[in-house]
């Protein structure tokens, strides 16, 4: 029986490196975010009645040293976590928050600034399933010119979120709430997400089916590839598009980033991307390139950036315009 059982555990071991690996979900990753390798100790344990036979011991280690090579490379997790640019999207369980402030200078405009909130409470006695949501509005008619004027004109929406189901690879959810003040725009919207690994690239594709009274019916379709080049560098492709019904046409954004690990405190981004609409066919319209330098600066909730830009835009007949902007952001948790 002994032998039958090294045969197997051989066998195993190589056919290991072909077959495809279950998926990662966000869950998994926050619970290794402290130390971004998997101790080996978690592989070596089950060796140790069998570390005799020296075939056996080297398909060991290479198992290990592979599984090790794929725990240590930059999570994506990470990366959100760290910018915290998707925290009422994101599938992570825990009560979230995210308060901002952000300034905006575009060469020859005057400084604009921004104020932002966020925040995902886990209601008590649901199981996690029962969500309530606080955003504030990102769209541009939030920018003003005066910080005062930026948190008291900001508009928010709130939203119940009832997890549907969840499973491996899939999580669907469903909202309903408010946008703005008075009147008030009620909204529902449902969310299904797909996590998949193709080949070394990790996928998410996300569809959201919404209804708001002023807007009406809409959806979006984004899907987001990441590839780990090593255990400080990770690529990561966005892509999105909006339809809104009585709009009748898309909304079209693209971007592309590397994110480099410069040490446990600071993240640089380079990035860049574009954007358009469908309206007279697929054409755009708007450019950007930068590189987005985030730092913690105090504890581990803290946050400064600083992020450098040019832009091209069809409005300014595609002239070349620096931008700087600045941020100072917390990031509360409770998991």
């Known amino acids: 029986m002994r032998y039958w059982l090294l045969l197997t555990i051989l066998w195993i071991a190589p056919v290991y490196s072909w077959w495809p690996q279950p998926v990662l979900l966000p869950e998994d990753a926050a619970a290794r975010l402290p130390d971004m390798a ?45 910018f915290g640019d998707d925290l009422i999207g994101d599938d992570v369980s825990g009560t979230r928050g ?16 921004k104020f932002g909130v966020s925040v ?10 029962l969500k309530l949501l606080i955003e504030s509005d990102e769209e541009d008619d939030g920018v003003q010119q005066n910080f005062l004027d930026s948190v008291d004109n900001t508009s928010y929406s709130t939203a119940l979120r009832f997890l549907v189901n969840e499973r491996a690879a899939w999580r669907t959810d469903f909202d ?19 996590y998949a690994y193709l080949s070394e690239w990790e996928m ?5 089916l919404y209804y708001f009274r ?14 780990p080049l090593n255990t400080e560098k990770l690529f990561r492709i966005n892509t999105r598009a909006r339809y809104l019904l ?25 990035n860049a991307g574009a954007s358009g609409d469908s309206a007279q066919g697929a054409t755009f ?31 300014t007949d595609y002239r070349t315009r620096p931008v700087l902007m600045l941020r100072l952001e917390s990031l509360i948790s409770k998991d």
């Open 38 to 82: 998997a101790p080996p100790e978690t592989v070596a344990e089950p060796q140790q009645t069998l570390a005799a036979d020296g075939s056996l011991e080297s398909s060991r280690a290479w198992l290990a040293g592979y599984l090790n090579s794929v725990s240590g490379s930059l999570d994506s997790f990470f990366v959100d976590a760290f």
């Open 98 to 113: 995210k308060i901002s402030m952000a300034t905006r200078k575009v060469s020859g405009d005057a400084l604009e600034f």
């Open 120 to 129: 995902k409470l886990d209601l008590p006695n649901t199981n996690d399933r």
């Open 176 to 194: 309903v709430g408010i946008r703005g003040g008075l009147p008030f725009n009620p909204f529902s919207r449902f969310r299904a997400r797909r």
């Open 204 to 208: 998410r594709a996300t569809q959201t």
């Open 214 to 227: 002023d807007d009406g019916w809409g959806e979006d379709t984004e899907l987001r590839l990441d590839y």
């Open 246 to 270: 009585d709009n009748r046409f898309f909304d079209l954004n693209y971007d592309l980033a590397l994110y480099h690990e410069l040490g446990p405190h600071s993240v640089l981004a380079y």
């Open 285 to 315: 319209y708007s450019y950007y390139a930068g590189v987005r330098y985030r730092r913690q600066v105090y504890r581990d909730w803290m946050f400064f950036e600083i992020a450098p830009q040019f832009e091209w835009h069809r409005d």
